[in-house]
């Protein structure tokens, strides 16, 4: 899930909010076919630190293979809907 924000004079204003459906790997062959056609991205290490390389979910990959799968829901008054 990741908060879409808008900074305000002093402080925070939730605006939305995107979550995903993130496919199992038994959907590998569609969602991840090859290195090149993936819904994953590479993500921000530190090896200084001695973190691992890590992998973020792109949501616009994911979204232009399912579009179901990435939903961008508003807190705002009004409402949700379902981007099909």
Do not use: C
């Not at 402080?11 to 459906?21: E, G, K, W």
């Not at 062959?29 to 921000?44: C, M, Q, S």
């Not at 973190?51 to 009004?78: G, T």
């Amino acid at each position: 899930m990741l908060l879409n924000l808008q900074e305000l004079r002093y402080s925070l204003d939730r605006q939305s909010m995107t979550i995903a459906a993130v496919p199992n790997g038994m959907l590998q062959e569609k969602y991840n076919p090859t290195p090149h056609d993936t819904v994953w991205i590479a993500g921000r290490n530190a090896p200084s630190l001695g973190e691992e390389f890590r992998v973020r979910l792109s949501f616009l990959r994911l979204k232009q293979k399912a579009n179901w799968r990435v939903q961008k829901i508003s807190l705002q008054p009004d409402g949700f809907y379902w981007d099909d």
